[in-house]
């Protein structure tokens, strides 16, 4: 799969390095704040970004109160519900697992479109794709073979949230693949009923009493770093990336696990055993046979085009 383009390239840098240091960025600010709070703090960061962005640029958010279902329903699965639940499991298993984690996201996706009926013919590689990625996924969890475990509610909690972040992306290629908006603009309203969402549960999201807050300048430049950069900024980064190269942009998927890990044992000092790298490159081999060619479709013009809009992640 080719990156092509000085620029492509260097967007994918910076990709990689956004979102698979959002892991470490998550440790450190969880520190000072719990993770409800967190959530709803990084929604908003990213969604004031995008807001100013669309503002300064004349773009407008959509109105149509069909529009903003669909929104708050993805940004329900594709933002509340993946971060809060990446939040808690951070603070019990290592950073660079987290990432390992999220890098499941194209297998669930798949998964959920064959169960719904969104996917057909699939093929035998498809298949082994899956089987590859349960495969690592228990090599790195250590449930196979035995031996020193992760704590398990923490690890299933990350593979739900991966599981949603897939299940958005099968929601946004039934109904907002062909809203006739400027992807932005779909972005900053997805980010804004993400941030009234994560308000409105965050009585029920766990504790989160402000006499837990500690805002030392730690948990402030590294919740920041969340919000306006992982948050925010890669999701422009990243509508941008598939414009101009389409599905290849999904690439940057493969490269998560292993920022997050050398970010985790750089600066937390986080161990990587030899489970861990082969569970990993198990899974990024069944991720790699999951993918899908380039499929050919009629856009809102009525001229050939390209189905893009599940390639675009939104884990941000």
Same mark, same amino acid.
């Given at each position: 799969?080719?990156?092509?383009?000085?620029?492509?390239?260097?967007?994918?840098?910076?990709?990689?390095?956004?979102?698979?240091?959002?892991?470490?960025?998550?440790?450190?600010?969880?520190?000072?704040?719990?993770?409800?709070?967190?959530?709803?703090?990084?929604?908003?960061?990213?969604?004031?970004?995008?807001?100013?962005?669309?503002?300064?640029?004349?773009?407008?958010?959509?109105?149509?109160?069909?529009?903003?279902?669909?929104?708050?329903?993805?940004?329900?699965?594709?933002?509340?519900?993946?971060?809060?639940?990446?939040?808690?499991?951070?603070?019990?298993?290592?950073?660079?697992?987290?990432?390992?984690?999220?890098?499941?996201?194209?297998?669930?996706?798949?998964?959920?479109?064959?169960?719904?009926?969104?996917?057909?013919?699939?093929?035998?590689?498809?298949?082994? &794709?899956?089987? *590859?990625?349960? $495969?690592?996924? %228990? /090599?790195? =969890?250590? !449930?196979?073979?035995? +031996?020193?475990?992760?704590?398990?509610?923490?690890?299933?909690?990350?593979?739900?949230?991966?599981?949603?972040?897939?299940?958005?992306?099968?929601?946004?290629?039934?109904?907002?693949?062909?809203?006739?908006?400027?992807?932005?603009?779909?972005?900053?309203?997805?980010?804004?009923?993400?941030?009234?969402?994560?308000?409105?549960?965050?009585?029920?999201?766990?504790?989160?009493?402000?006499?837990?807050?500690?805002?030392?300048?730690?948990?402030?430049?590294?919740?920041?770093?969340?919000?306006?950069?992982?948050?925010?900024?890669?999701?422009?980064?990243?509508?941008?990336?598939?414009?101009?190269? &389409?599905?290849? *942009?999904?690439? $940057?998927?493969? %490269? /998560?696990? =292993?920022? !997050?890990?050398?970010? +985790?044992?750089?600066?937390?000092?986080?161990?990587?055993?030899?489970?861990?790298?082969?569970?990993?490159?198990?899974?990024?081999?069944?991720?790699?046979?999951?993918?899908?060619?380039?499929?050919?479709?009629?856009?809102?013009?009525?001229?050939?085009?390209?189905?893009?809009?599940?390639?675009?992640?939104?884990?941000?």
């Amino acid at each position: 799969m080719g990156i092509t383009g000085r620029a492509a390239f260097v967007r994918l840098v910076v990709l990689a390095a956004l979102w698979g240091s959002s892991f470490l960025w998550a440790a450190i600010a969880l520190r000072g704040l719990p993770p409800g709070v967190l959530t709803v703090v990084r929604l908003a960061l990213g969604s004031a970004l995008l807001l100013a962005i669309c503002r300064f640029r004349g773009i407008r958010i959509p109105a149509e109160p069909r529009v903003w279902i669909h929104l708050a329903v993805v940004a329900a699965i594709g933002n509340v519900i993946p971060l809060l639940l990446f939040a808690y499991a951070v603070r019990s298993i290592d950073s660079h697992i987290g990432g390992m984690l999220n890098a499941t996201t194209p297998l669930w996706t798949l998964a959920i479109g064959v169960c719904l009926g969104g996917v057909a013919g699939v093929p035998r590689r498809y298949v082994a &794709g899956l089987l *590859a990625g349960l $495969v690592g996924t %228990l /090599l790195v =969890v250590g !449930a196979w073979p035995p +031996g020193e475990r992760l704590p398990a509610v923490p690890t299933i909690l990350g593979l739900i949230a991966a599981a949603s972040y897939g299940a958005s992306y099968v929601y946004i290629d039934r109904y907002l693949s062909r809203i006739d908006r400027p992807p932005i603009a779909l972005a900053a309203g997805q980010l804004v009923a993400g941030t009234a969402l994560a308000l409105i549960a965050l009585p029920v999201a766990g504790p989160h009493s402000l006499d837990g807050v500690r805002l030392g300048p730690d948990v402030v430049v590294a919740t920041i770093a969340l919000g306006a950069f992982c948050t925010g900024l890669a999701t422009v980064l990243n509508i941008r990336q598939v414009a101009d190269v &389409g599905p290849a *942009a999904s690439v $940057v998927l493969y %490269l /998560l696990p =292993v920022v !997050a890990a050398v970010l +985790g044992w750089l600066v937390l000092g986080e161990q990587i055993t030899p489970s861990t790298i082969v569970g990993t490159a198990v899974v990024l081999v069944g991720v790699a046979l999951t993918r899908s060619p380039r499929r050919t479709t009629i856009d809102d013009s009525g001229e050939p085009g390209t189905q893009q809009r599940p390639e675009i992640p939104t884990n941000s």
